[in-house]
């Protein structure tokens, strides 16, 4: 028990280290008057996230039986805190809190260069509450697990964190627009050593966000560890061959996009496949997500740094092929591939519920706020940048 409590301490640390990890991941794709936007968009979720978590969120994601109303949200049996006692107790509402605090730190990638900071202070815990809550019960406690037969599975938030941020990230730029001068003028990343830096932060504490979800020091989380590393290393291969098939050179940018759509991909699966599925995992989702952010020069949606491309169709990727590949021999439960078919549908249903309310959610969110407050700088704000205009800081001195 002592082991297992330390591992889970351990994890918690390694997933809240992956925001400060993802703030230089994205900060380094930004231009450089906007970087320091990006990394006080990241950190302010670890600020604000974890209090509406411990005041009610953490209570309407985790306290409930999955019938009737309770199928759809929890209860406030919770709330406060109020009777969470007990090192397991205390570590679920830990472990949970960093997890919620950086799926809406996912969404900042795809608004970057042009979204009020002072919209983003709001936007973050009014989508906590109404989006994240309740979609991190369905796939824990709620519907998903209670109504569906099978139920539908997701280890570590392929379908509660990434698909979700990403559908999300896709209905908030579509209310905010696109950057003035996309996709005509040219917005290279400033700083390639921050993304490299960013990257292998976020590879490291993956380990923690997959095998802790195993909530044990044991074989489950063992496996999940392990497919976090091949899942990673087989989607960095994956884009690089790509690149170099398409382009005649292999970039930096590319790599680090490859490790975390192999990631993203392994995330609902950690726990729930073996042998050579990572592999796999990794290889298709790296070629998916290689080609999904293609497409929003076609279809013009300005999504700045990728999270739809990468974390929306990393993760129905990954859930779709979890319903294939799932083996009973190692987390207890079998995909079509081992015997029981009806999984790949209750996994299809769960991605679609969450999709479908997530964008609708969002966009309302959105058009409130805009509506109110306004989410977009002004023009000269955003020539100028977001770092001088919204937090009267610059990140380099000449």
């Known amino acids: 028990m002592e082991g297992n409590t330390a591992w889970m301490l351990i994890s918690t640390a390694l997933v809240l280290f992956m925001v400060p990890g993802l703030a230089l991941f994205y900060g380094g794709m930004v231009r450089s008057k906007n970087v320091l936007n990006m990394l006080n968009m990241n950190t302010y979720c670890l600020g604000i996230v974890p209090l509406v978590w ?42 949970s809190m960093t997890f919620a605090a950086i799926t809406p730190a996912l969404i900042s990638g795809a608004v970057a260069d042009r979204m009020k900071f002072s919209a983003w202070a709001i ?62 003028q040219a917005m290279p990343p400033h700083n390639l050593p921050f993304v490299m830096l960013g990257a292998g932060i976020l590879w490291f ?104 491309g990468i974390h929306m169709v990393g993760g129905i990727v990954g859930g779709v092929l979890l319903g294939f590949f799932a083996d009973a021999s190692i987390g207890g439960i079998d995909g079509a591939f081992f015997g029981d078919g009806g999984l790949v549908l209750s996994q299809i249903i769960a991605i679609v519920s969450v999709m479908t309310y997530s964008f609708a959610v969002t966009y309302g969110i959105a058009k409130v706020l805009d509506n109110v407050m306004g989410l977009r700088v002004s023009s000269d704000e955003e020539l100028t940048g977001l770092d001088q205009t919204q937090h009267a800081e610059t990140a380099y001195v000449d």
């Not at 805190?81 to 205390?90: E, I, N, P, Q």
């Not at 569906?148 to 392929?158: E, N, R, S, T, V």
């Not at 729930?272 to 998916?288: D, E, N, W, Y």
Request: proline share 3%; aromatic share 12%; charged share 10%.
């Open 54 to 95: 411990v005041l009610v969120a953490f209570s309407l994601s985790s306290s409930g039986s999955g019938d009737g109303l309770e199928a759809v949200i929890g209860n406030l049996d919770f709330l406060g805190l109020r009777d969470v006692k007990g090192t397991d107790a205390l570590i679920a509402v830990a472990f």
């Open 123 to 184: 936007f973050v815990p009014v989508w906590c509450l109404l989006v994240f809550t309740p979609v991190f019960y369905w796939v824990y406690v709620g519907w998903h697990h209670s109504k569906l037969d099978p139920a539908a599975i997701d280890f570590a938030g392929g379908t509660a964190i990434h698909i979700n941020a990403g559908v999300a990230a896709l209905a908030l730029i579509m209310v905010l627009g696109k950057r003035a001068g996309w996709p005509d």
């Open 205 to 308: 504490g993956w380990f923690g966000f997959n095998g802790g979800s195993a909530f044990a020091a044991d074989g489950v989380a063992a496996q999940a560890v392990l497919n976090t590393f091949v899942a990673g290393a087989a989607g960095m291969v994956a884009w690089l061959a790509i690149e170099w098939k398409r382009d005649g050179h292999a970039t930096t940018l590319g790599g680090a996009s490859g490790v975390v759509a192999g990631l993203v991909a392994i995330t609902p699966a950690a726990g729930f496949v073996g042998g050579l599925a990572p592999i796999i995992f990794g290889f298709v989702a790296s070629v998916a997500c290689y080609f999904a952010i293609q497409l929003k020069t076609k279809y013009g949606y300005d999504d700045s740094l990728d999270v739809v």
